[in-house]
């Protein structure tokens, strides 16, 4: 039996320019007790601003509620759920943010005397040490803006030290399920790319990979769990593979919330990998927030990290400028603090036993949505699932309709859409992750909306080929917005025309 989701309520809300009347205000103010001037006259023409033609006037409560109105007018991850997979949109507790604002903290300069910066310093030191424990690495590094440019000096690291050795070697393997800013890195980074193939469980074909690691590799770039929400199992003989040539073994850390607490991939044979804070450690993400992609490495790895380095001095923390053999600073000052200390809090308000419940309850979620929408969708990969699972559109797409339709109508139904057409390898990709922070109430209210779409393609794809249907917007044309894109308005001049 199928409930019935109700999308939230829309309403249409005019511009303040179509709400405008002459002659409203959203001030008052008392008669002047002094002599009115001219202010062009008394500070020049070229010092005031001529009345803006056409300005909106409306009362306070019409500013008041046509903000309010269009506040709501933006899904957010405290309104309902975002199944974006490999994004890990999830909620950010509000004691992170709490934290971040205490006055000694958010007001930190970076060009501060480090005698006066200890606290902030302390707080950098303190989640170095916890992600390297976390990871099972040896020396951690905060530098990196974002998940990219962590992956982009984790691959320079590796380039440095098989420099140091002789041979920085030619290329790097990239799985084709791992994410798409490896061969952009490897490129970057003055690489070729080779491609290896999955087998049909979705995992690297661990015989394919032999016969491609040659003296010419200098690593392999591995996301694990991959795209497809599946863990490599073979990751320890991949990574024996890999170093019996001399090679390494890079790990993109972007899925690391299906193994905080469980696995470290220092343990498995990792040599270096990144961490997405805004992913993993719930500092905000995308528009919330900055990005924050720290490294962590093993030890012949740690003298080529950027510099400064964080060190302790007896009592005090101080910045180590002295390093022959790195490969210099990746970015200006140390990071984005503000992510650091969110982080810090999150993993501090968990402890080991919290972090690795969240690490259980993703997995849970994505495997319980996975369960009850498999009989509806095709899951070209039956291997476990991990912390997210991707469908495709196989099914759906024999009646016309596609996942890009899927995820229109999904919004009708008051949610987000998932990850569309992504990962490459899966045709017509649906890719959810629920996270850990999404209660059981709203994954049904999910997987009930994705039942009811899959009946309705069955029973009339028209309404799904036309969604959305309850939005301010209708479906835009995607082709011609891509191929001719407007990216300056011309606003209309009084004679209908538009203006220059």
């Known amino acids: 039996m199928i409930r019935k989701v109700r999308p939230h309520i829309n309403q249409n809300e005019p511009l303040l320019f179509e709400r405008s009347s002459p002659g409203k205000r959203g001030y008052q103010l008392p008669a002047l007790d002094v002599p009115a001037v001219d202010a062009a006259a008394v500070l020049g023409g070229r010092n005031t601003r001529a009345e ?13 509620r046509h903000f309010t109105r269009l506040s709501t007018h933006n899904y957010a991850i405290d309104l309902g759920l975002y199944p974006l997979g490999s994004c890990t949109m999830k909620y950010n507790p509000r004691v992170n943010e709490q934290v971040a604002r205490i006055e000694g903290l958010a007001w930190a300069h970076p060009y501060q005397p480090e005698s006066l910066s200890q606290g902030i310093l302390e707080v950098m030191g303190a989640l170095e040490k916890m992600l390297a424990e976390i990871t099972g690495m040896d020396a951690v590094t905060l530098q990196p803006a974002a998940g990219a440019h962590g992956e982009f000096t984790g691959i320079l690291l590796i380039r440095a030290l098989l420099e140091s050795r002789g041979n920085p070697r030619k290329k790097l393997l990239i799985p084709d399920s791992a994410h798409g800013t490896n061969p952009a890195t490897a490129t970057t980074a003055g690489y ?10 979705g995992m690297v074909d661990v015989e394919e990979l032999a016969k491609s690691v040659t003296e010419d590799v200098a690593a392999l770039m591995i996301t694990n769990p991959n795209t497809l929400g599946v863990f490599e199992e073979n990751i320890t003989r991949i990574a024996e593979i890999l170093h019996a040539k001399g090679a390494m073994v890079y790990m993109d850390g972007a899925n690391m919330n299906a193994l905080v607490g469980i696995a470290r991939p220092g343990d498995f044979g990792v040599d270096v990998m990144h961490l997405n804070l805004h992913k993993t450690f719930s500092t905000p993400h995308g528009g919330g927030g900055p990005g924050s992609g720290p490294v962590a490495v093993k030890g012949p790895l740690a003298p ?8 302790r001095v007896g009592s005090r923390w101080t910045w180590n400028y002295d390093l022959a053999q790195s490969i210099g600073r990746v970015r200006a000052f140390y990071g984005n603090i503000g992510m650091h200390i969110r982080a810090l809090a999150y993993i501090l308000a968990h402890g080991g036993d919290g972090l690795r419940n969240a690490t259980k309850d993703a997995v849970l979620n994505a495997n319980y949505i996975r369960t009850l929408i498999e009989p509806y969708y095709d899951l070209p990969h039956k291997a476990p699932t991990m912390h997210e699972c991707v469908f495709s559109d196989d099914r759906q797409s024999k009646r016309g309709v596609r996942t890009g339709d899927i995820a229109k109508r999904l919004i009708d139904y008051g949610f987000h859409p998932y990850t569309v057409s992504f990962p490459l390898i899966v045709h017509g990709a649906l890719m959810i992750e629920p996270t850990e922070t999404e209660s059981k109430d709203e994954l049904d209210l999910f997987i009930d909306a994705m039942i009811s779409i899959a009946q309705e393609v069955e029973e009339n794809p028209e309404v799904v080929l036309k ?11 995607e082709v011609t917005a891509a191929r001719k894109p407007v990216v300056r308005w011309k606003p209309e001049s009084t004679s209908g025309k538009a203006a220059d």
């Open 52 to 64: 803006i033609e056409g300005f909106p006037e409306v009362s306070e409560v019409e500013a008041i």
């Open 192 to 201: 070729a790319v080779e491609n290896i193939k999955s087998n049909a469980r």
């Open 304 to 311: 080529f990290l950027p510099t400064p380095r964080l060190q």
């Open 467 to 477: 969604a959305p249907h309850d939005t301010r917007t209708s479906r835009v044309d």
